[in-house]
Structure formats: C-alpha cells, structure tokens
C-alpha cells in the first residue's frame, strides 16, 4: 500500500507584529491548599484594594469610564455573612475554595460571580505559585500578636 504523505506549509514572519491575543498574558491563582482557583488577564498585584479591608478589587461589569476584567472564579458559594464595618454593616456573599473551604473572595451581590459591579479576593488568599503561602497570608496575625505582646 502507497505511503500517503501530507502536504502542509509553515508561515512564520519576523517582520509580523504581534496581535492582542498572543500578548495578552492570562494569569493564574491558587489556594494555600494548591487548588486552582482564579485565572484572570491581569496581575492581582496591579489591581486596586479596597480600603475597608485590604481586598483586591476586580472591577466585574463595564462602566462608562472602565471595562471589566476579563476572569474566572473557581470557588464554591456560600450563605451571605454581615459584617460590622465602621459606620454600619456590610454583607457579604463569599466563595470558598471547593477543596478546603478556605475563604477566598466576596461580592455585594447574591450568586453567580459577576453578578455585582466588583468581586473581592481576600487579602493573602492567592498565589500565583502552586502550594507556597502568598507572603501576605498571615499579616494580621502578625500585627495581632505583636499588639498582644505590648499589653
């Protein structure tokens, strides 16, 4: 029986510029835990933080003067919680990581993700590497006991 070879051509230019998707650079997050949890289109470290509590703001529907980032959240919803913020409550939807239900992010609105105008990532929750705690993970543990040395 005949060999059936393929005919193909490779075009490749140097002189090309490089197009938006093939620049554009998809970062991704994970728990303490290891799991995988956030892949998003720019670094959290870029990223806005709310004032109230240290969260990373991700802007999640387009305004007229911002565009949504473009992201998706693995993570398990859980029941709202209300917090007491200075001068009243908050509440809060959070989504815990599905494989330790660690605490990850929130949003001001009921389920699914994007549903509200911005989703939190909690302060010290994500990694970009696979199992290392995030440098930021226990820095309120640290101001706690050095408040409880003091007294």
Avoid: W
């Avoid at 913020?85 to 992010?105: D, N, S, W």
């Avoid at 001001?108 to 302060?123: E, Q, R």
């Amino acid at each position: 029986m005949p060999k059936v070879v393929s005919r193909s051509a490779v075009s490749s230019s140097t002189d090309a510029r490089p197009t938006a998707s093939s620049t554009a650079a998809l970062r991704v997050y994970y728990c303490i835990c290891g799991e995988f949890i956030l892949v998003i289109d720019k670094s959290l470290a870029a990223l806005p933080r709310r004032q109230t509590d240290g969260a990373i703001v991700i802007r999640c529907q387009d305004t007229e003067n911002a565009k949504a980032r473009i992201f998706k959240l693995n993570a398990t919803p859980k029941d709202p919680i209300l917090v007491e913020r200075q001068g009243g409550h908050e509440k809060q939807y959070r989504f815990h990581c599905p494989r330790c239900a660690l605490p990850v992010a929130y949003q001001s609105t009921p389920p699914p993700v994007k549903s509200g105008p911005f989703l939190y990532i909690f302060k010290g929750a994500l990694s970009q590497i696979q199992g290392q705690v995030p440098p930021d993970a226990f820095e309120d543990e640290k101001l706690l006991a050095d408040s409880n040395n003091i007294a």
